[in-house]
């Protein structure tokens, strides 16, 4: 596994700065309840704020967790925030780390950072690249030349937080694998007829240590199966860690996997 730092001060940057709030509730998938407060006149008021990851985040329980907002550009909207990230440190800590859940965005963000000439251990620089490419019978996120990446960001295990206040839920497996099986099937094919790079980048936005191939088990083995196969046939697995702040997204570091 060779790493790839990237310190060049390339980042991306939100059109306004994060807004630091509390998840004091998440009563659905779509929606969260976020504590903010008027920097004027210093009142705290409840907001109802879109959740952009509809799935499971780690195990955990969001009662009074931090979490950074971006306020929506539609002022008719049904939710005027969004949440973009949230810490698992203590609300009291003034440094906290954060990690982002918008999946939504992160096509967004890789976009940037390949057309910055970013990732260029992992295809070459300087080839255009175009968005949502058809393959067989799937779409794929990025094409660039014979440079195919699909990206994936993974939500379902987060780092522990250090100190004793977080509140997990009990972990239940997660088996819906079907749309990865088809991509890595299509990637597979690709890479085997034309000799065309095929990439799987799995994208954090945090530090996060290498992904590690999961034990089989009754729930993934048909997308171990799919992984193994596809890896045979010339699909790269890659890794990328990205920072969010209150200020934009940098990618911190990307590397090739080894999974099988």
């Known amino acids: 596994m060779l790493k790839t730092t990237v310190s060049n ?6 059109p306004k700065p994060l807004t630091e709030g509390l998840i004091k509730s998440r009563p659905n998938r779509f929606i969260m309840f976020v504590e903010l407060e008027n920097p004027k006149t210093g009142k705290k008021k409840l907001e109802k ?37 949230i810490s698992l440190d203590s609300p009291k800590k003034k440094s906290k780390k954060w990690i982002g859940i918008n999946q939504v965005k992160m096509n967004r963000y890789v976009e940037y950072f390949l057309k910055e000439k970013q990732f260029g251990k992992m295809i070459p620089n300087g080839e255009e690249t175009k968005r949502e490419r058809k393959l067989g019978n799937s779409r794929i996120d990025f094409q660039a030349e014979k440079n195919f990446i699909e990206v994936k960001m993974l939500l379902i295990h987060l780092p522990s937080r250090f100190d004793k206040l977080e509140k997990i839920r009990p ?12 991509h890595f099937g299509e990637l597979g094919k690709e890479a085997k007829k034309n000799k065309s790079k095929a990439i799987i980048l799995t994208c954090y936005q945090y530090d996060a240590k290498p992904f590690q191939r999961p034990k089989k088990d009754g729930s ?19 890794q990328a860690n990205f920072k969010i702040d209150k200020k934009g997204i940098e990618l911190i570091d990307y590397f090739k996997l080894k999974l099988f």
């Open 9 to 14: 001060g390339t980042s991306y940057k939100f």
């Open 220 to 238: 993934n083995s048909k997308i171990l199966k799919a992984a193994k196969e596809s890896t045979k046939n010339g699909v790269e697995s890659w």
């Open 171 to 182: 972990q239940s497996k997660f088996n819906s694998f079907d749309r990865l099986i088809k």
């Open 49 to 85: 704020c879109h959740c952009p990851s509809t799935g499971r985040i780690g195990n955990v329980i969001f009662e009074n967790i931090p979490c950074l907002v971006s306020e929506a550009e539609n002022p008719d909207r049904k939710t005027k925030y969004t949440v973009e990230a």
